[in-house]
């Protein structure tokens, strides 16, 4: 079932983080079209669930060269280019409309067969249509951040001055969706009317309720959580913010200049980091809808589970075909097998529009060639990639869920498996990141950068090699992590 991919190769590993299936199935969906119109598409990739955690595994050299051709082909190629991002633009104007339509019609009114086909529409805008052109930012950095690297490193010479070119000449030039929010939000500090201050609270409260929204779950926020935010900052405080976040902008672009300068670097190399630059700006801000996306499908499960009598938890292991065969015919899956899903699920996706499952004790022992690792003993450092320089000591706090982030103390070194956005208040209290995996284009490196933290990813095996408590070194300069005293 899983040949596709040999697990004795350099694997891609994205997770494991908390979620659940469906959420992640809608990009199968889209995955299978994506792969037919973009050519090579998509590689095979292996998805694990286990105990409400979820891992996608494929091959790394697969992902990486696919997707440089992908970035040479859409990205840089400034007819398809300004033809893909159009494309994605009309995209949203249909998908905002139909969100719209599904908050403000409800669904508990609708007959049997109205909500079978609103379902039906949703599915093929966000499950197909979304994922189509959405997918290209995703694939295309992969490909994007391996070109980069090979024509710097043709140029560059030193470890430290890569890593500088390589992370400044990637950053994005426009803010995330979690900046967008903080300027939104900030500015209300200095209104002085408490009426006034209310209103304006709930109207930011509309627009960014989904903000902490998941692969596992969902939830609204309320006025209050934003209120509270906004009031731990003193009005000078939050002044200063909003010129730090500004600022930021113009830093990323005469940052860009600086190390073409410096290097003497051609227009090619400029015109490369610029679009892999857009391309991982586009990837965030696209994260912003499947968070709304996911509390849709939510919106759609609560009321499904009603009619049929099916718990929402539960549906959360049904895929995406499999609640329409629930809907259109009344056709369950059983307790037993959810209750095998729960425990182990591991879904295999490629250029095929096929659902394939393996649940259970099957699922485990099929997915345990590309988990299991041997690691040596007595290993003081390791290296990883770096996505936001700096050098810095701390405890070492080994996060592998946001239900953990307690535990985190101002100044520790957030340690992780991936980060995800459950992880921000973590993140802001880390005076480093540390992750096993990901690359330029990942949520770790996004945030270090923007909270100016040092950053290191995929290092493969720092929750593996560190224990909590231990003192660490992190040099963002040469990407190396140091063991400066192990706890017992």
């Known amino acids: 079932m899983i040949k596709l991919i040999n697990p004795n190769n350099k694997l891609f590993k994205w997770g494991p983080i908390d979620g659940r299936p469906i959420y992640p199935d809608y990009w199968h969906r889209g995955f299978v079209v994506f792969s037919k119109k973009y050519k090579p598409g998509w590689p095979p990739f292996i998805v694990h669930y286990q105990k409400e955690r979820v891992l996608a595994i494929s091959d790394w050299q697969d992902l990486y060269d696919n997707g440089e051709k992908i970035f040479t082909k859409y990205i840089l190629d400034d007819k398809e280019f300004k033809k893909a991002y159009q494309k994605w633009n009309e995209l949203l104007k249909h998908f905002k409309n139909l969100i719209k339509i599904i908050q403000s019609k409800g669904l508990k009114?609708?007959?049997?067969?109205?909500?079978?086909?609103?379902?039906?529409?949703?599915?093929?805008?966000?499950?197909?249509?979304?994922?189509?052109?959405?997918?290209?930012?995703?694939?295309?950095n992969w490909g994007g951040e391996q070109l980069l690297s090979r024509e710097l490193k043709k140029r560059i010479k030193g470890e430290e001055n890569f890593h500088w070119a390589m992370e400044r000449l990637s950053a994005p030039e426009d803010l995330s969706f979690y900046q967008k929010e903080e300027l939104d939000l900030l500015p209300l500090r200095a209104v002085k009317n408490k009426r006034s201050l209310e209103e304006r609270l709930k109207i930011h409260k509309e627009k960014y309720s989904w903000l902490l929204n998941s692969y596992h779950h969902t939830k609204i926020l309320p006025v209050g959580y934003f209120k509270k935010i906004l009031l731990s900052y003193s009005p000078e405080r939050a002044r200063r913010k909003i010129m730090e976040i500004n600022k930021l902008r113009k830093e990323a672009v005469?940052?860009?200049?600086?190390?073409?300068?410096?290097?003497?670097?051609?227009?090619?190399?400029?015109?490369?980091?610029?679009?892999?630059?857009?391309?991982?700006?586009?990837?965030?801000?696209?994260?912003?809808?499947?968070?709304?996306?996911?509390?849709?499908?939510?919106?759609?499960?609560?009321?499904?589970?009603?009619?049929?009598?099916?718990?929402?938890?539960?549906?959360?292991?049904?895929?995406?075909?499999?609640?329409?065969?629930?809907?259109?015919?009344?056709?369950?899956?059983s307790n037993k097998e959810i209750n095998k899903r729960?425990?182990?699920?591991?879904?295999?996706?490629?250029?095929?529009?096929?659902?394939?499952?393996?649940?259970?004790?099957k699922a485990l022992e099929a997915i345990k060639p590309f988990?299991?690792?041997?690691?040596?003993?007595?290993?003081?450092?390791f290296k990883g990639l770096v996505v936001n320089r700096g050098k810095v000591k701390g405890i070492a706090r080994i996060?592998?869920?946001?239900?953990?982030?307690?535990?985190?103390?101002?100044?520790?070194i957030l340690?992780?498996?991936?980060?995800?956005?459950?992880?921000?208040?973590?993140?802001?209290?880390?005076?480093?990141?540390?992750t096993d995996e990901g690359g330029i284009t990942c949520h770790a490196a996004i945030v270090s950068r923007e909270l100016k933290i040092p950053g290191i990813v995929g290092a493969k095996i720092a929750t593996k090699v560190l224990k909590d408590g231990d003192l660490v070194e992190v040099d963002a300069e040469r990407g190396i992590v140091k063991i400066l005293n192990h706890q017992v």
């Open 109 to 140: 009114g609708l007959k049997q067969k109205e909500l079978f086909d609103l379902f039906l529409e949703w599915n093929s805008l966000y499950g197909v249509n979304f994922w189509d052109i959405g997918s290209l930012p995703e694939l295309a």
């Open 415 to 434: 340690v992780a498996s991936m980060t995800s956005p459950d992880y921000i208040l973590a993140l802001k209290k880390a005076a480093a990141v540390v």
């Open 342 to 361: 729960k425990s182990n699920l591991l879904a295999v996706y490629d250029s095929e529009a096929k659902d394939n499952y393996l649940s259970g004790t």
């Open 371 to 381: 988990i299991s690792h041997k690691i040596e003993e007595g290993i003081k450092e």
């Open 254 to 333: 005469l940052h860009k200049k600086e190390i073409i300068k410096k290097f003497n670097l051609p227009k090619e190399i400029l015109k490369i980091g610029k679009r892999l630059s857009f391309c991982i700006w586009w990837q965030d801000f696209r994260k912003s809808y499947i968070f709304q996306a996911n509390h849709i499908i939510d919106i759609f499960l609560k009321e499904i589970g009603k009619r049929v009598g099916i718990s929402s938890d539960d549906l959360h292991y049904y895929g995406v075909k499999e609640l329409e065969r629930l809907m259109e015919n009344g056709q369950k899956i």
């Open 399 to 412: 996060i592998q869920s946001p239900g953990k982030i307690d535990k985190m103390k101002k100044g520790d």
